[in-house]
T-cell receptor, first 116, second 112 residues
Framework: ETGVTQTPRHLVMGMTNKKSLKCEQH?????MYWYKQSAKKPLELMFV???????ENNSVPSRFSPECPNSSHLFLHLHTLQPEDSALYLC???????????????FGPGTRLTVL | DAKTTQPNSMESNEEEPVHLPCNHS???????IHWYRQLPSQGPEYVIH???SNVNNRMASLAIAEDRKSSTLILHRATLRDAAVYYC?????????????FGQGTILTVHP
C-alpha cells in the first residue's frame, strides 16, 4: 500500500466510448503525475501537475484529457481512443516538483486499459 | 537527460547478494542517481538515491564510482520478493524539476 489508489484497476472500452481514470493520493503531496506503460516499452511520462497547475504535457494526444481538481485527486478523461492506446496507466504523486532531484515519487497500482 | 545503460536481465539465488550495475558515462554534476523497482503487477517503487557518496537504507545499498560514471545497486540478501524490474534513473536538480525518465531496466530473477 503506497498511499496512492487508482480506479478502476481494469477497463475495457470501445473506440467510441468515453471513460475516466481516477487517482487519489492520501500522502499530503502537492504534485501528481500520469504515466503510460505499454508492452515492451519504458514508462512514459504523460502529464505533471504541481499545486493543481499543469506543468508538463509530454506531447500527449488530445484524446487524453487530464483534470486535477485538487492536490489529492487526478483524473484522466479518455475519448475516441485507439487500440494502440491499450496500456497500463500509472498515477504517481510526490511532495512537490520543485524539491527537485530528492523528491520521491509514489506510484499507484495502475489501471490496465484495453481498447477494442 | 543523461542516459543510463543496464543489463537486460540478471539472475540470483535466494539469500545471496545481488549487484545490479548501471553505466551513466554522460552524467552531469547536477544529476542524482535514483533507483526504482517494479514488482509484477504493481507500480514502480522507490529504492534508493545518491549523488556522490555511497548510500545505505533498509532496502539496499548504492555504491557510486569515484568518477560517477557508473553505480551499483546492492541487495545484500535477495529474497523471492525482490524479483522485479530495476530501473536506474538520473535526475537533474539543475532543471526546474527532476523528471523521472525510465529506461528498459534490468529484470531480476531470484531462484529459490
Amino acid at each position: 500500500e503506497t498511499g496512492v489508489t487508482q480506479t478502476p484497476r481494469h477497463l475495457v472500452m470501445g473506440m467510441t466510448n468515453k471513460k475516466s481514470l481516477k487517482c487519489e493520493q492520501h500522502l499530503g503531496h502537492n504534485a501528481m503525475y500520469w504515466y503510460k506503460q505499454s508492452a515492451k516499452k519504458p514508462l512514459e511520462l504523460m502529464f505533471v501537475y504541481n499545486f493543481k497547475e499543469q506543468t508538463e504535457n509530454n506531447s500527449v494526444p488530445s484524446r487524453f484529457s487530464p483534470e486535477c481538481p485538487n492536490s489529492s485527486h487526478l483524473f484522466l478523461h479518455l475519448h475516441t481512443l485507439q487500440p494502440e492506446d491499450s496500456a497500463l496507466y500509472l498515477c504517481a504523486s510526490s511532495q512537490d516538483v520543485s524539491r527537485l532531484s530528492t523528491d520521491t515519487q509514489y506510484f499507484g497500482p495502475g489501471t490496465r486499459l484495453t481498447v477494442l | 537527460d543523461a542516459k543510463t545503460t543496464q543489463p537486460n536481465s540478471m539472475e540470483s539465488n535466494e539469500e545471496e547478494p545481488v549487484h545490479l550495475p548501471c553505466n551513466h558515462s554522460t552524467i552531469s554534476g547536477t544529476d542524482y542517481i535514483h533507483w526504482y523497482r517494479q514488482l509484477p503487477s504493481q507500480g514502480p517503487e522507490y529504492v534508493i538515491h545518491g549523488l556522490t557518496s555511497n548510500v545505505n537504507n533498509r532496502m539496499a545499498s548504492l555504491a557510486i564510482a569515484e568518477d560517477r560514471k557508473s553505480s551499483t545497486l546492492i541487495l545484500h540478501r535477495a529474497t523471492l520478493r525482490d524479483a522485479a524490474v530495476y530501473y536506474c534513473i538520473l535526475r537533474d536538480f539543475g532543471t526546474s524539476y527532476g523528471k523521472l525518465t525510465f529506461g528498459q531496466g534490468t529484470i531480476l530473477t531470484v531462484h529459490p
